[in-house]
């Protein structure tokens, strides 16, 4: 059930890519993973207002929150706090004490009738970004296992943000940029009407080659099960109807509101793997004929973590292959205790491994080197 669940999660978040309204499904999904009384996700830019959309909370309380993440205001040094990357609960950042009397507390939180919080951040060139699921106060924090959850579904939110906002300012799909779409985090495979790949970007083929529910050849894209294979071709095949015909008005609009999901289980009990089908072509600008019909395949893996290159993080900060190994855990999750039960060594001797990382990459605190580790070395 909870495989499901998370695997349902993740299919609303990346359905955000597709549809400017889907991201309040993607929250609402999220707060119904954990049974949370809301959720909420902000976005943060220098210069310019904050802003945000919520589920379970009215639109009233969301532009407050919005307006308190300003510059100055009071939510702003708490959401600067928070480590980029992973899932945090609110509780291990302060003392309950401590936030009862906070000014984010009475101004910000209290007022939207919450209290905990299960917490994720990431930080894009110009924007943060923030996804939170809360509950009000005499409820019971959340729990490990809740917190694991989380965090195998909310860095999707970061990912179908990325695609949607490459997706928007290139039109990458009507372009056919290659290039582009291979530089995406997400699997990405185009395939004529009969679900014959076209192109298979390095994240796809790279999915392909661990999850066993997912079979790459020349003669089609196939699943583990024949009863999913027959499901995804005749996705294909609806979609690649869409655009077999001659272009109209109307026909982008059509073509981006149409799309369907599924989900290929694993023989080996893994976690399914959540395939979007959407509809693509190219059309001639000069007399709005289309081209060949395609469709796309965005798959994303809801149970892989995203690891960090290592070797890239020893080139660009000259870091030895230990402070890179050190860096690349915490920011991983893993704290210098868990390093140090697992090590054998001494957390005074991790503590001098992160100052030489610290001195290296000139950040001062935990927090700043993991949210400059997420946004440049995090692999897909």
């Known amino acids: 059930m909870l495989a499901e669940a998370i695997s349902g999660a993740v299919e609303r978040i990346y359905d955000a890519a597709l549809r400017p309204e889907g991201w309040a499904d993607g929250l609402e999904a999220v707060r119904r993973l954990v049974g949370a009384d809301h959720a909420v996700l902000l976005t943060r830019e220098p210069g310019r207002r904050a802003g945000g959309v919520g589920v379970g909370v009215d639109h009233e309380a969301v532009r407050r929150l919005a307006e308190a993440a300003g510059d100055g205001g009071a939510a702003a040094d708490w959401l600067g706090s928070i480590p980029a990357g992973r899932v945090v609960a609110s509780s291990s950042m302060v003392a309950d004490a401590d936030f009862l009397r906070s000014e984010m507390y009475n101004e910000v939180v209290r007022p939207m009738n919450g209290f905990r919080a299960g917490v994720f951040a990431w930080q894009g060139r110009q924007r943060s970004r923030f996804v939170a699921v809360c509950r009000p106060p005499k409820v019971r924090d959340f729990a490990p296992a809740e917190l694991q959850a989380l965090q195998l579904v909310m860095p999707h939110f970061a990912a179908a943000q990325r695609l949607r906002q490459r997706l928007a300012a290139s039109e990458l799909?009507?372009?056919?940029?290659?290039?582009?779409?291979?530089?995406?985090?997400?699997?990405?495979?185009?395939?004529?009407?009969?679900?014959?790949?076209?192109?298979?970007?390095?994240?796809?083929?790279?999915?392909?080659?661990?999850?066993?529910?997912?079979?790459?050849?020349?003669?089609?894209?196939?699943?583990?099960?024949?009863?999913?294979?027959?499901?995804?071709?005749?996705?294909?095949?609806?979609?690649?109807?869409?655009?077999?015909?001659?272009?109209?008005?109307?026909?982008?609009?059509?073509?981006?509101?149409?799309?369907?999901?599924?989900?290929?289980?694993?023989?080996?009990?893994?976690?399914?793997?959540?395939?979007?089908?959407?509809?693509?072509?190219?059309?001639?600008?000069?007399?709005?004929?289309?081209?060949?019909?395609?469709?796309?395949?965005?798959?994303?893996?809801?149970?892989?973590?995203?690891?960090?290159?290592?070797?890239?993080?020893?080139?660009?900060?000259?870091?030895?292959?230990?402070?890179?190994?050190?860096?690349?855990?915490?920011?991983?999750?893993?704290?210098?205790?868990?390093?140090?039960?697992?090590?054998?060594?001494?957390?005074?001797?991790?503590?001098?491994?992160?100052?030489t990382v610290f001195d290296k990459t000139g950040t001062r605190r935990q927090a700043d080197l993991v949210r400059l580790v997420m946004q440049g070395f995090a692999a897909a």
Not at 283 to 288: F, Q, S, T
Not at 331 to 343: K, P, Q, Y
């Open 173 to 355: 799909m009507m372009a056919g940029s290659r290039a582009a779409l291979d530089a995406l985090e997400c699997g990405v495979i185009l395939v004529d009407g009969e679900c014959r790949p076209h192109f298979v970007n390095r994240r796809a083929a790279e999915i392909a080659r661990r999850h066993r529910g997912l079979r790459l050849s020349s003669a089609g894209i196939a699943a583990a099960a024949p009863a999913e294979t027959t499901l995804l071709r005749q996705m294909v095949a609806a979609m690649a109807m869409i655009l077999a015909r001659p272009a109209e008005a109307a026909l982008p609009r059509c073509a981006a509101a149409a799309s369907a999901r599924l989900c290929l289980s694993d023989p080996e009990g893994r976690a399914p793997l959540v395939l979007t089908v959407a509809p693509i072509t190219a059309v001639d600008p000069l007399d709005g004929r289309c081209g060949p019909a395609r469709a796309a395949i965005f798959i994303a893996a809801p149970d892989e973590a995203r690891s960090v290159d290592e070797r890239a993080l020893m080139t660009a900060f000259g870091l030895t292959a230990r402070e890179a190994e050190v860096t690349s855990r915490l920011a991983s999750g893993a704290t210098l205790g868990s390093l140090a039960a697992e090590w054998r060594v001494s957390v005074n001797t991790l503590r001098g491994y992160l100052k």
